[in-house]
């Protein structure tokens, strides 16, 4: 009954390649986040998509690219994986986006660590 | 500019003890502005945001707009609030997420 999932939890890899990212919510939200969590635990959010239409795109290198096949996915691709990516990246998920004026409770994930070699 | 900020990496109190978790904020508008928390192995989830004026596991908020603040407080601490404690702020009309670098609360028994 998990309500947030990610997969892989723990990816390590090698500089220069492509990986994913999977996230899966069954809480019936229609938005869905990216964010990446550095080794000083500073939380940034990356992107946030809206019934699967990209509604935040922070300042993200391209090599990064969300796709969201359907609501309750959203996952994300990274090319030419670099040290600097190393990171945990976190999924969340809300309701929506805002309703007057304000923003839903967002439901995060466990975490993904990246470690690139 | 749109900031959060969390002057104390780690806050270290015994049980019992009162605690305050700072939080300062920089937005020109109303801002919307959450608690989420962290405890060990466990999800990111939120603990409670100034809309509501709640009272969550003991811990209290409240938005001081002329001092741009947020602090968290909790009367007696206990050991199961060790945990990392963010601050976390959201632009009006907006989901966006913007998160302090988060204060470590460790309480001694």
């Known amino acids: 009954d998990t309500a947030v999932s990610q997969t892989p939890k723990y990816l390590v890899t090698q500089m220069g390649n492509d990986k994913s990212i999977k996230c899966e919510q069954n809480l019936g939200h229609d938005t869905m986040y990216w964010y990446k969590q550095d080794s000083k635990k500073f939380l940034k959010i990356m992107f946030s998509y809206n019934n699967k239409e990209l509604i935040i795109n922070e300042t993200v290198p391209n090599r990064f690219s969300p796709k969201s096949p359907d609501k309750a996915h959203l996952n994300l691709h990274i090319n030419s994986l670099e040290l600097g990516d190393s990171a945990v990246y976190f999924c969340?998920?809300?309701?929506?986006?805002?309703?007057?004026?304000?923003?839903?409770?967002?439901?995060f994930g466990p975490g993904t660590r990246l470690t690139v070699t | 500019a749109q900031r959060v900020t969390q002057p104390e990496k780690l806050l270290s109190v015994f049980k019992g003890a009162p605690v305050e978790l700072k939080c300062n904020y920089s937005y020109s508008g109303s801002p919307e502005l959450f608690w989420y928390v962290q405890y060990s192995r466990q999800r990111l989830q939120l603990l409670l945001r100034?809309?509501s004026r709640e009272s969550i596991k003991g811990f209290t908020a409240d938005l001081n707009k002329g001092e741009t603040s947020f602090h968290l407080k909790k009367p007696f601490a206990q050991e199961e609030d060790s945990a990392m404690y963010y601050c976390a702020l959201s632009p009006y009309n907006t989901d966006k997420l913007i998160f302090g670098t988060g204060t470590r609360l460790q309480v001694f028994p």
């Open positions: 969340a998920s809300s309701q929506g986006a805002v309703r007057g004026g304000l923003s839903y409770e967002q439901y």
């Open positions: 100034h809309i």
